[in-house]
């Protein structure tokens, strides 16, 4: 089995997280992608703390499949550093998890 991943990104406005969702799933980087609500985000940046409202992104991949999402995140991503964290998912309902990695993987692109 795959191991599955918890990708997260946060975005500046909802048109940006449409925009890099829309392409994840449509490339089958991603099996699903959430966006969130606007969520605050408090941070250093540059020397100055930040306090910001974004949209974040719950993007579900596989590991095999991670390099891809990163490189996509990082092109379309208008964040000169974006925030992009890749949790391990160790345990879920294993029939949804099958369906991340039949939705990912490499044989349904060609």
């Known amino acids: 089995m795959h191991q599955v991943l918890l990708v997260l990104t946060n975005l500046a406005d909802a048109e940006q997280a449409q925009a890099i969702a829309a392409h994840l799933v449509e490339q089958r980087l991603a099996a699903c992608v959430n966006i969130l609500p606007a969520v605050q985000s408090i941070y250093h940046w ?65």
């Not at 379309?76 to 879920?92: C, K, M, N, R, V």
Request: glycine letters at 4%.
């Open 46 to 110: 540059q020397g100055v703390i930040t306090h910001t409202s974004e949209i974040t992104l719950l993007i579900k991949t596989t590991q095999t499949r991670y390099s891809e999402v990163e490189a996509a995140i990082t092109k379309l991503h208008p964040y000169d550093l974006p925030e992009i964290i890749a949790i391990p998912i160790s345990d879920g309902l294993p029939s949804y998890l099958q369906w991340i990695a039949a939705e990912t993987s490499r044989e349904m692109n060609a």
